[in-house]
């Protein structure tokens, strides 16, 4: 696959990604964290934000290597 097409299908799926991840992380906070203290919602909420790195940083290392 040349790079170009992997950055077309590598911003789809950065896109997609974002939705499913942002998705999941409100799912476990209705499901566990509804009536939990600010403190504890601050921390969920910069800890799973900080994880979506992980997956991100692996589609772009991958849409921009050379061909």
Known sequence: MKQRMRKLA???LLL???V???AAAMAVYAGLLIG???W???GYFAVAGSFWFFP???IIRWMTKPD
Request: no cysteine; glycine share 6%.
């Open 56 to 58: 991100a940083s692996w």
């Open 40 to 42: 504890v919602l601050i």
């Open 20 to 22: 499913l991840y942002s």
């Open 36 to 38: 939990a203290p600010w």
């Open 16 to 18: 997609l990604s974002i």
């Open 10 to 12: 590598g911003t789809m």
